[in-house]
């Protein structure tokens, strides 16, 4: 489910900023996908174990990953905080509904105070990447 906010100057009534988290799919196993053993190196001929043993637990549901992209404000309002308090309300609105983690490809310096981390490290990655985005601008919170 995505999560939009904007805000709106209340003398004009105008929109002046905007903040969209959207869902995002996972493309490579990570630590909220684990991966899978490698098959046995051994030539046996024994059928793989059954997956309907009482003792086995059921699939883990996909993680619920946002993207974060817009975050915008209007050039006139823009250091005053709007920003900010788009990110902190959107973030907290995602983590009530449950989200696992958030992505964004945005400024190193800007997005580690709200707790974004460069996702390369963690061996994160999603469809839609821009090819052109640098390790430091992809994030992940």
Known sequence: TPV???AV???SGRIVGH???SPVTLVEPTPLSPVPPPPSS???SSPPPS???SSSSPPSPPPHLLGLAPLAV??????RGIGSLLMQEGLERCRKMGCDAVFVVGHPS????????????LGFGWEGMPEDASDEQRAAV
């Open 110 to 121: 800007y997005y580690p105070r709200f707790g974004f981390q460069s996702a390369y490290p």
């Open 4 to 6: 939009s906010l904007v």
């Open 42 to 44: 051994s030539s046996s």
């Open 51 to 53: 997956s309907s043993s």
């Open 19 to 21: 903040v969209l988290f």
């Open 74 to 79: 209007v050039s006139d309002f823009q250091r």
């Open 9 to 11: 100057d209340e003398s």
